[in-house]
């Protein structure tokens, strides 16, 4: 799998997924697209949990789907596939160990010069038990978030939900953080025949993409899936597409939340800032995704 160009060493960054990756049917598209962008050096896919409100496994779940993705795309043994915490974390105080969490640390505190940036498609519960094992990480990394509500006052989000308490470890830590919410990442809007046109046709991984969303959907066909009929989000894509260029000017620098139980925001400082997106270019993220499948992963006839 070789695209007709490379990036300069100098311009490459180093990378970390942490992904509920089998909770539905897009962090698969954002993986996928990640693993074909030459511009990053993956250090590591680590499994995050999802909550049990749908299984009690959902981070060893996370992690076999990670793995499928790369034995689809014949990458068998060339990424480490971590696991992340078990569950979210009891309180703020109370870090939940794992190898996931043990990759962060080691990645930001190893003597390697480039830059090291962690995309987190689900909860933040690996980053914040990072921390706080290992305060000097802070200034060593940047994170990328999906997940919040709608500024300025939040509201229900489903990453959130699943570690408050993590997201608030990481609000008040100084560690640079990149957050897409949820009314910014929900403009990634796909159509089912879009996806049928540019995914599905290219290979075993394309074929793959396109019939795990259907069979998704299918599964849940009683739940808001598919909500008006044939289009999806894939909400996690922008975490791949905004370190390939930051939009700059699509964010904002905003004092962080604290985030009270109901997943509102509570203003209570204005010195910690971080970077909350406002927009996020939908064509440059999905184009380039659906370039890299054309040109890497081989045209199926069936």
Same mark, same amino acid.
């Given at each position: 799998?070789?695209?007709?160009?490379?990036?300069?060493?100098?311009?490459?960054?180093?990378?970390?997924?942490?992904?509920?990756?089998?909770?539905?049917?897009?962090?698969?598209?954002?993986?996928?697209?990640?693993?074909?962008?030459?511009?990053?050096?993956?250090?590591?896919?680590?499994?995050?949990? #999802?909550?049990?409100?749908?299984?009690?496994?959902?981070?060893?779940?996370?992690?076999?789907?990670?793995?499928?993705?790369?034995?689809?795309?014949?990458?068998?043994?060339?990424?480490?596939?971590?696991?992340?915490?078990?569950?979210?974390?009891?309180?703020?105080?109370?870090?939940?160990?794992?190898?996931?969490?043990?990759?962060?640390?080691?990645?930001?505190?190893?003597?390697?010069?480039?830059?090291?940036?962690?995309?987190?498609?689900?909860?933040? %519960?690996?980053?914040?038990?990072?921390?706080?094992?290992?305060?000097?990480?802070?200034?060593?990394?940047?994170?990328?978030?999906?997940?919040?509500?709608?500024?300025?006052?939040?509201?229900?989000? #489903?990453?959130?939900?699943?570690?408050?308490?993590?997201?608030?470890?990481?609000?008040?830590?100084?560690?640079?953080?990149?957050?897409?919410?949820?009314?910014?990442?929900?403009?990634?809007?796909?159509?089912?025949?879009?996806?049928?046109?540019?995914?599905?046709?290219?290979? %075993?991984?394309?074929?793959?993409? #396109?019939?795990?969303?259907?069979?998704?959907?299918?599964?849940?066909?009683?739940?808001?899936?598919?909500?008006?009929?044939?289009?999806?989000?894939?909400?996690?894509?922008?975490?791949?597409?905004?370190?390939?260029?930051?939009?700059?000017?699509?964010?904002?620098?905003?004092?962080?939340?604290?985030?009270?139980?109901?997943?509102?925001?509570?203003?209570?400082? %204005?010195?910690?800032?971080?970077?909350? *997106?406002?927009?996020?270019?939908?064509? #440059?993220?999905?184009?380039?995704? *659906?370039?890299?499948?054309?040109?890497?992963?081989?045209?199926?006839?069936?």
């Amino acid at each position: 799998m070789r695209l007709p160009f490379d990036v300069p060493p100098q311009k490459k960054i180093r990378l970390i997924i942490n992904t509920d990756a089998k909770n539905e049917a897009d962090d698969q598209f954002a993986i996928v697209h990640a693993l074909l962008t030459p511009r990053f050096m993956i250090k590591s896919i680590c499994a995050a949990h #999802f909550g049990t409100a749908r299984t009690v496994t959902s981070m060893e779940e996370s992690r076999e789907e990670a793995l499928h993705l790369l034995s689809l795309m014949k990458l068998e043994g060339t990424v480490p596939v971590d696991r992340g915490a078990e569950r979210a974390m009891a309180s703020e105080t109370a870090a939940v160990p794992s190898e996931g969490a043990t990759r962060i640390i080691e990645e930001a505190l190893s003597d390697d010069p480039l830059p090291l940036f962690v995309i987190f498609l689900g909860p933040l %519960t690996d980053l914040a038990s990072a921390y706080l094992l290992e305060p000097r990480i802070a200034d060593k990394l940047t994170a990328v978030w999906i997940g919040g509500g709608q500024y300025p006052d939040g509201e229900f989000e #489903f990453n959130l939900q699943n570690d408050v308490h993590a997201a608030n470890v990481v609000m008040d830590s100084p560690i640079p953080l990149w957050q897409v919410p949820r009314n910014v990442y929900s403009t990634i809007r796909v159509s089912l025949a879009e996806l049928a046109l540019k995914v599905r046709p290219y290979g %075993t991984i394309g074929r793959y993409l #396109f019939d795990q969303m259907i069979e998704f959907n299918d599964r849940h066909g009683g739940n808001m899936r598919f909500p008006k009929g044939e289009m999806w989000a894939l909400g996690d894509s922008p975490a791949v597409s905004l370190l390939l260029d930051p939009h700059e000017y699509g964010y904002e620098m905003r004092p962080a939340p604290r985030i009270r139980e109901d997943l509102t925001y509570e203003q209570r400082q %204005t010195d910690r800032l971080i970077r909350v *997106y406002h927009e996020v270019d939908a064509r #440059f993220t999905l184009e380039d995704m *659906y370039a890299k499948i054309a040109l890497c992963c081989g045209h199926d006839e069936g």
